[in-house]
């Protein structure tokens, strides 16, 4: 699951939302992306986990991973991807809930990993197999 990070290290997840919304946003370069407009939570966790950058007056919205972005001591965030990247991200329109589909778009976008699926339920109901030896 998703957490934000300041420089200092991880920070757990119980961040308000809302107190990100208006910060500032640059790419791993330093480079401005734009202001950070709405902030979309993990539906099982209520955890924030994307963050759609208004990347100027008359621009889109580009939807950014919280997890691995960096929360900055002067309240910026800090993307660590390039730019371009960021600004070509798919675009879902801001204010409606992602869907799992939009969701697992953005992290292929990224590049990154989704959580690994829960293991498949034991289905012998805790009996061992037996062997047989010739």
């Not at 208004?54 to 960096?70: C, N």
């Not at 001591?73 to 589909?101: C, M, N, W, Y």
């Amino acid at each position: 699951m998703s957490e934000l990070r300041t420089a200092g290290g991880p920070v757990q997840t119980d961040i308000d939302p809302r107190n990100l919304i208006g910060r500032k946003a640059f790419d791993r370069d330093g480079a401005k992306i734009g202001t950070i407009d709405e902030v979309y939570l993990d539906d099982a966790t209520g955890a924030p986990e994307w963050a759609a950058i208004r990347t100027g007056l008359f621009s889109r919205d580009a939807f950014v991973p919280l997890e691995p972005s960096e929360l900055v001591q002067d309240g910026t965030l800090r993307i660590p991807f390039e730019r371009a990247l960021i600004k070509d991200a798919p675009d879902f329109g801001v204010g409606r809930h992602l869907s799992p589909e939009q969701e697992l778009q953005l992290y292929r976008h990224y590049g990154l990993d989704l959580a690994p699926p829960p293991p498949p339920p034991d289905t012998d109901f805790g009996h061992t197999p037996r062997t047989t030896e010739a």
